[in-house]
Structures are given as C-alpha cells and as structure tokens.
C-alpha cells in the first residue's frame, strides 16, 4: 500500500522549544515536499527535496529547516517555536522530478504556545 | 496577492447534480495545473492534471482549461455524497520539472441528499 506516514499526528509545544516533525514514504519517490496548510493563506510550500542532501527553500522557508539523509524520510525541524507556526504541516513526495502527481500524507497539527 | 484563486468559496449541490467551479492564474508563468481534493482529516489528493487546452475527462470528472485566459474550470457530473470536500487548483510552472505547487484556496463542495 502505497503512502506517506507523518509521525506525530498531533503534537502540542512551548514557545521556544524545538519541534521535529517527521514523514516516511514506502514509494522510493525521489522528491519530497513540507507544505504548511492555514485557513485564508492554502498551502503553501515550505522546502523541496530532490533527493538525499539535495534541499531547496520553497515559498515560506524562513524559521524552518529541513533533514533528508535517507531517501524515505524527510524532516521538517522548528528551532525555537514561535506561536505563528501554529498549522497543520503536510510531507508529501512525488516520483522522479517532473511535474506528476504528488501524494500526501494525513498531516500533523502543530500548536505552539 | 494569490497567484492562484478560485471561486466560488463554497457551493451546494444536490446527489445527482453538476458542480462546477473555477480557477485563474495571475501568473502568466503558471501554465500546468492540477486538481486535488481533500477530505477532512485527510491530506490532498490529486485527481487530474490538465496541461493542454480543451477538455479532459476522467470518469465523472471533466476539467477544462483555456491556456489563453489561464482559466481553468473543474465539473463534477452525478455528485455523490463522497465528493464533499475541499477542491484545490494547484498551478506550477514548469511541465517537466518538480518545483512544487501553487495552491489556491480552495473551493468547497457540498453534496447533499
């Protein structure tokens, strides 16, 4: 069953604390996403990565940074937790790197405060 | 300003009725566009791609796209009650190249009985 785990679903944090939000994916996609999705704002697109050690910034990088030493799993870390990245974070990946279809996961609600 | 964005908001629609709602990019950089939907709880997931102008179907959904207007339009014929949710237009730039998508808002849909 093709899909992408996010680890943890649901997850409460102080502000200041660092935050690890963690996904996996079984399909061998060589592309991964982070997208953080807020009521009025959509989705919008965190960090890319192409491969193992091969990340680019996205639309809204900035207090984020990310971790991809395996192909399968793909980390999004929060240093020092601010309440405005209070959302629901989306990993998704993608086969190759064209334009296909990129598949989600179920997400994971981060509250700071 | 969003670079993608759809209307209406919100629409109802009666089991067995035609939804149909729209998407327009601002961006003449963005030509190749995707829909997804999203269920509550759940992560997006894509239902088609339309890259070329015209019309393309798949099962009960027809999307059509206008590369001249960058307007792109999504129909649902003989809606279910499974097909309330949440609808993204997502655009991007590129045909061949994974960069990430540009989501709109959202459309949400509402099948009632």
């Known amino acids: 069953d093709m899909k992408v785990t996010q680890m943890p679903r649901y997850l409460i944090k102080r502000m200041g604390e660092n935050v690890l939000l963690e996904c996996g994916q079984d399909?061998?996609?060589?592309?991964m996403y982070w997208y953080r999705q807020d009521p009025g704002l959509g989705l919008q697109l965190i960090y890319i990565?192409?491969?193992?050690?091969?990340?680019s910034e996205g639309d809204i990088p900035k207090g984020y940074r990310v971790s991809r030493k395996k192909r399968e799993h793909f980390s999004l870390i929060l240093d020092s937790a601010k309440t405005n990245q209070t959302s629901v974070y989306f990993c998704?990946?993608?086969?190759?790197?064209?334009?296909?279809?990129?598949?989600f996961g179920k997400g994971t609600r981060l509250t700071v405060v | 300003q969003q670079k993608v964005q759809q209307s209406p908001e919100s629409l109802s629609v009666p089991e067995g009725g035609m939804a149909s709602f729209n998407c327009t990019s601002s961006?003449?950089?963005?030509?190749y566009f995707w829909w997804y939907r999203q269920h509550s709880g759940e992560g997006p997931k894509a239902l088609m791609?339309?890259?070329?102008?015209g019309d393309k179907k798949e099962g009960r959904f027809t999307a059509h796209l206008n590369k001249a207007s960058l307007h792109v339009s999504l129909h649902i014929r003989d809606s279910q009650p499974s097909d309330s949710a949440l609808y993204f237009c997502?655009?991007?730039?590129?045909?061949?190249?994974?960069?990430?998508?540009?989501f709109g808002l959202g459309t949400r849909v509402s099948v009632f009985p």
């Open positions: 998704a990946s993608s086969p190759g790197h064209t334009n296909t279809e990129v598949f």
């Open positions: 791609s339309i890259f070329s102008d």
């Open positions: 997502a655009a991007s730039e590129h045909s061949g190249y994974a960069q990430g998508l540009t």
């Open positions: 990565s192409y491969d193992v050690d091969s990340n």
């Open positions: 399909m061998s996609h060589e592309t």
């Open positions: 961006d003449r950089n963005f030509q």
